[in-house]
């Protein structure tokens, strides 16, 4: 039996998501030989962290309350009876962690997964893999921080994984990856990254005003909170920035052309989200409304997407051929067109469900499985 121990950083939704699943598919990895070792699991605030790593890892019914904890609302520090566990807070959290990578690292191996939405993982992250550990990453940020920090852990190309950060669980860093590695160049990547833009983008196009597009999406869970972190573009403009720099481009965010849906005057520094979506979000309507007649009238369609192509990266919304890919992408699927020497007039096209704490966990779990050859 191969094990790989493992601590997740970050138990969210897609974090509970991935204990979940990795308690369910016990008997699958067993049939496998293949066991996953959850040594510690942390949260913003708090680690809870086997006291005996070095045989075995978290109870799976404890994992199990874990994740009932978090669902609750509750912290790490809310947990009961923690058994043979130990809760460890700042600071001496991110000292605890470095002292199993130590451990584990250049030993039996040690997997980070991060599961967070935070940047406060990128020095844990940069420093553990120095110590020989692997990185599995759904978290964008590390990868969008300073180019010296992307360069960093990409140093070891064999040890990080992250096709969660791009499409949730889609192959497309894989798909970009063989490309790459089979001499094949990149001419041009384009794609619609954002479920929720991936929505709203079709439903004006069948003449629905974008106000009550969007808020209907906000009602249905596809928007954050604050639909503005949506409408602005920027985890579009992540997702870019990973692709970009994986084509070998050094470059940063503010490199990006970003168009934002909504202006700076309407922005959350100036309104509140109900000043926004009863007030502002209408405003907006006939713009929109007179872009998508305009692209219809050309028998195109308005898509936000992102558009790699030499040395530029741009985000926004660009009119689209109705019978291309992208052009038939209806509701909040990702679809992403890679044009290369061998795929030139009919692109390589990747498409299937990019968002979902379910989707995007399964995504995490095939990432760690994919490296059980470096564990022995």
Request: net charge negative; aromatic share 4%.
């Amino acid at each position: 039996m191969k094990t790989i121990p493992l601590i997740l950083m970050g138990c969210g939704g897609v974090g509970c998501h991935l204990l979940q699943h990795i308690v369910s598919c016990r008997s699958l990895h067993s049939s496998q030989g293949l066991c996953l070792n959850v040594l510690g699991v942390s949260d913003s605030k708090s680690l809870v962290v086997t006291e005996d790593s070095s045989n075995k890892g978290l109870d799976d019914k404890f994992l199990m309350e874990l994740c009932r904890v978090k669902r609750d609302g509750g912290s790490l520090s809310k947990l009961g009876d923690l058994g043979d566990c130990r809760l460890f807070s700042h600071p001496e959290l991110q000292e605890r962690i470095l002292e199993l990578a130590s451990q584990l690292g250049g030993k039996t191996g040690l997997v980070f997964v991060d599961c967070s939405a935070s940047s406060n993982t990128v020095p844990v992250l940069k420093q553990v893999v120095d110590m020989g550990c692997c990185i599995v990453m759904a978290n964008k940020k590390p990868l969008t921080s300073t180019m010296e920090d992307f360069e960093k852990l990409y140093a070891y190309p064999r040890r990080i994984r992250h096709e969660s950060t791009v499409g949730a669980g889609l192959p497309v860093i894989a798909s970009l990856n063989r490309i790459i590695s089979s001499g094949d160049p990149v001419h041009r990547i384009i794609g619609s990254l954002s479920g929720t833009l991936g929505y709203v983008m079709s439903e004006v196009e069948d003449g629905k005003p974008l106000s009550q597009v969007v808020r209907a999406a906000k009602s249905l869970g596809y928007t954050e909170p604050d639909p503005r972190e949506d409408l602005g573009g920027m985890d579009v403009a992540r997702k870019a920035l990973i692709l970009a720099r994986i084509l070998g481009q050094r470059i940063n965010m503010d490199t990006i052309q970003i168009e934002s849906l909504y202006p700076k005057e309407m922005g959350p520094d100036v309104m509140s989200v109900e000043d926004f979506m009863n007030s502002g979000l209408p405003l907006l309507d006939k713009d929109i409304q007179e872009r998508v007649e305009k692209a219809a009238s050309n028998g195109n369609v308005l898509r936000y997407v992102c558009v790699i192509e030499g040395s530029s990266c741009e985000v926004g919304i660009q009119e689209l051929p109705k019978n291309s890919p992208l052009g038939r992408l209806r509701g909040s699927d990702n679809v992403l067109e890679i044009y290369t020497r061998c795929y030139t007039s009919q692109p390589l096209v990747i498409q299937g469900a990019g968002a979902g704490n379910d989707t995007t966990a399964a995504g995490v779990l095939a990432d760690i499985v994919d490296i059980q050859d470096l564990f022995p």
